[in-house]
């Protein structure tokens, strides 16, 4: 049996280096976001080697995982992906989201 075609929604925040004349200045990132459609196996590729939204995730559809910041050296702009359950998928394909993130080794139990 092939799973169906999942939508995650894919945001990609790039924040600006802060500059050097002010000290506790944290500008605001620029967002965009992307709806990918993927397989469960894809799926969980995507998701391994990255960070649960919480320290014991569950894989509720509320969750998230996040990449490790990319920091341009040329620039100094760091660039954070996350990953999003999207709410267009069916309700019950909701179990699909928890079953890989337990396959890519983020749920323990």
């Known amino acids: 049996m092939r799973t169906p075609e999942l939508e995650i929604i894919r945001i990609e925040t790039v924040y600006p280096a802060p500059r050097a004349d002010e000290d506790d200045y944290c500008p605001d990132g620029e967002a965009t976001d992307e709806e990918l459609f993927l397989s ?3 799926l ?5 080697h990255n960070t649960p ?3 014991h995730p569950t894989g509720a559809t509320f969750e998230w995982v996040t990449t490790e910041p990319y920091i341009d050296f040329r620039t100094g702009d760091t660039t954070e992906v996350s990953l999003h359950w999207s709410g267009n998928n069916p309700p019950h394909r909701a179990r699909y989201w928890r079953l ?10």
């Open 40 to 42: 469960f196996r894809e």
């Open 44 to 48: 969980v590729e995507l998701l391994r």
């Open 53 to 55: 939204s919480c320290s």
């Open 100 to 109: 890989a993130m337990r396959a890519a080794g983020l749920i323990r139990n």
